[in-house]
Structure formats: structure tokens, C-alpha cells
């Protein structure tokens, strides 16, 4: 990669145990969402992350952002180990990384006004409202909206016009990097088109760098550089964009891109990992210490079920973490 690091992740870990609350007391059960995963996204790139439901993409995102806090692993943004951060720094660094949900109204308040809910991260640093007001008429009319229309509520605004005033209210504070949770997964199909071109105009403008996560591989491959195939909290492979969709190398992503296109339904890969967490339960069993996937692999040889194989190059940033390519 010829850019500079933005963002550059080590091996972060991240497990949530939850206790079971009933009348009987059950064991705690733990889930590992984020496993020794690390990955770099260069200043101006767009790195698609790519998963079923579960598996661990939001975890990893809100790592990211300090959102929450990782086991272990290294997390640098530029020079600066943000872990290593007091509360009152981050607090400073948070300006520079923002995060765009699949809902808008996760982020903002039906109860204020569209230009409230934009104001409220620049009143939140000092900045007076006087300068906030100016800046929210700016920021509306970078997302395409219409300034004199920023009295209105939320609620009278459509899906895809509220995902526009999410996305001005987290460039509100001039942030360098977004993370952007499924930000189309709930929008139709032409809704999605035209925000998804909004982002890349303002990458380009604002330059501005994105992890965009989804669960659609073919989204992915239209809009990020290059893509990462999450599983279980695990990074199967990872290359451009173009070669992990139209040479998918792990059985995983070959096994969900199949489905996908045999599936006409807008959810086909959620139904998809629904299907493959169901057969988790016999998969379990079989994995063990090996490769996470084994147990639904048709393509499961011997190495598999012994040791789990790490992602491994396999020509320039092109890796997989399979034994049948190569991996040790
Ligand atoms: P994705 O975004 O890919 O759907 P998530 O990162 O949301 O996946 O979740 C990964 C796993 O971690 C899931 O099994 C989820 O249930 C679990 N998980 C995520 N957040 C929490 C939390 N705050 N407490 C307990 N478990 C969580
Ligand atoms: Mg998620």
C-alpha cells in the first residue's frame, strides 16, 4: 500500500461475557467478537469490512473509536497510540473519528430540531452558536438538504434524507476518518445508490477516510478499495475489492457469495449466516482448536481441525487464512 497509515490496528481482542439472569443461576456465557484482529486503512482509502450478522464488525469499528475498550491489541491513529490516551484526550481525538449508523435515529434526537441534532457535537466543544448556526446551514448543504428547511424534526424527513443529516452531524466537528455501521442496509436500493455516492463526494472533497461496513459484498465491492471477509469475530482474507469479489479465495466467502446470488431477498446474507450459525452447534464440536470455519467447510481437510490457520499473504496484500492456499 503506497499510502500512509490512518488507522493502523495490531491484533485487538475483544470477548463479552454476559451473565444469564433466571431463577436458576447459569454460567456466564462469553463471546468472542473480536479475535487478534489487525489491519491498517491508508489516509483517503476506503477499506470495506465485510461479515454476517455477529460477526464482530461493529465491535471492531467502535474499537476503533474508542467506543470500547479492546482486551488487548494496539490501536494507532497517524503516530498516536490511542489507548494509550487520557479520557480528556480522547475527548479531543474524538473530533477526528466519527461513526455513521444504520440508523440515523441511533444518532439523532427526534426531539430537536434537524439543526439541534447538528449543532449539538460543535456547542459540545465550545463553539458559539452564532458560528454553530453558520456552520449547520454549510453542512446541510453538503449533504444536499435544503439550510431554511432545518427547523423541521427528524420524523418528517425520509429515511435517506436522515441518514444526510447523520452524516452532517458527524462531519460537524471536521472529523478526518468515519466509520460508517451498514449506513445503506436499511435504505431501498436507489436511496442507497445516492448516498453512496454523497460519500464518496465527500471523501473526496473533505478527504476523508472511511471503514464502511456491510454485509453485502457486492456494496463493498462497488464502493471501498479494498475488503476484509469477516467470521466469528475472525478475518478470513482480505485484498482489493475487485479480487476478493470476483476471486473469492476462502470456501467461507465462496460459500456466501454463492448464496448470496442464489438468494433474490434484500437480507440474503443475513439469512445466509443465520443458516450457518444454526449449523455452529455440530461445527463446534469439529473445530476445536482448528480453523474456525472447519466445521461447515466442504473443502475441510486434515490441518484444518488441528490448528487454526492465521491469515497469511498470499501475493502483495492479498492474504487468506486457509490451509488450502498456502496458509500456516
Ligand atoms: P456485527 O456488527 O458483525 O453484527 P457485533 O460486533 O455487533 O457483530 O457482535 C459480535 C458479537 O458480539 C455478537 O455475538 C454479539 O452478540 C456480541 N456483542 C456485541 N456487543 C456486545 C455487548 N455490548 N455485550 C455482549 N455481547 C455483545
Ligand atoms: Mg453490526
Given at each position: 500500500m503506497t499510502r500512509p497509515p490512518l488507522i493502523d490496528v495490531r491484533g485487538v481482542n475483544k470477548t463479552f461475557t454476559v451473565s444469564k439472569r433466571g431463577l436458576f443461576r447459569q454460567p456466564a456465557a462469553s463471546t468472542?467478537?473480536?479475535?487478534d484482529v489487525s489491519l491498517t486503512i491508508g489516509k483517503g482509502e476506503i477499506l470495506g469490512c465485510v461479515g454476517g450478522s455477529g460477526s464482530g464488525k461493529s465491535t471492531l469499528g467502535r474499537i476503533i473509536l474508542r467506543l470500547v475498550e479492546p482486551d488487548s491489541g494496539e490501536v494507532r491513529y497517524g503516530d498516536t497510540?490511542?489507548?494509550?490516551?487520557?479520557n480528556e484526550e480522547m475527548r479531543q481525538y474524538r473530533r477526528r473519528l466519527q461513526i455513521v449508523f444504520q440508523d440515523p435515529l441511533q444518532s439523532l434526537?427526534?426531539?430537536?430540531t434537524v439543526a439541534e441534532n447538528i449543532a449539538r457535537p460543535l456547542l459540545n466543544f465550545g463553539i458559539s452558536a452564532a458560528v454553530a448556526s453558520r456552520r449547520v446551514d454549510e453542512l446541510l448543504d453538503l449533504v444536499g438538504?435544503?439550510?431554511?428547511?432545518?427547523?423541521?424534526?427528524?420524523?418528517?424527513?425520509?429515511g435517506g434524507q436522515c441518514q444526510r443529516i447523520a452524516i452532517a452531524r458527524a462531519l460537524a466537528l471536521e472529523p478526518?476518518?468515519?466509520?460508517?455501521?451498514?449506513?445503506?442496509?436499511?435504505?431501498?436500493v436507489s436511496i442507497q445508490a445516492q448516498i453512496l455516492n454523497l460519500l464518496a463526494d465527500l471523501r473526496k472533497k473533505l478527504d476523508l477516510t472511511f471503514l464502511f461496513v456491510s454485509h453485502d459484498l457486492k456494496i463493498v465491492k462497488q464502493f471501498c478499495d479494498r475488503t476484509m471477509v469477516m467470521y466469528r469475530g475472525c478475518v478470513l482474507e482480505t485484498g482489493t475489492s475487485e479480487e476478493v469479489y470476483?476471486?473469492?479465495?476462502?470456501p467461507f466467502t465462496r460459500d456466501f457469495l454463492g448464496t448470496v446470488l442464489h438468494l433474490?431477498?434484500?437480507n440474503r446474507w443475513e439469512q445466509a449466516a443465520e443458516r450457518a450459525e444454526d449449523l455452529e452447534g455440530t461445527a463446534a464440536g469439529l473445530a476445536g482448536s482448528g480453523c474456525i470455519y472447519a466445521g461447515n467447510?466442504?473443502?475441510?481437510?486434515?490441518p484444518c481441525t488441528r490448528s487454526a490457520p492465521s491469515l497469511t499473504?498470499?501475493?502483495?496484500e492479498r492474504r487468506v487464512a486457509c490451509f488450502r492456499h498456502g496458509a500456516t
Open positions: 468472542k467478537a473480536v479475535n497510540d490511542l489507548r494509550a490516551l487520557s434526537n427526534p426531539r430537536r438538504l435544503d439550510p431554511r428547511q432545518s427547523y423541521r424534526y427528524p420524523h418528517e424527513y425520509s478526518d476518518f468515519l466509520f460508517l455501521d451498514e449506513p445503506v442496509s436499511a435504505l431501498d470476483s476471486d473469492p479465495l476462502h433474490r431477498k434484500d467447510c466442504a473443502e475441510r481437510f486434515d499473504a498470499v501475493a502483495g
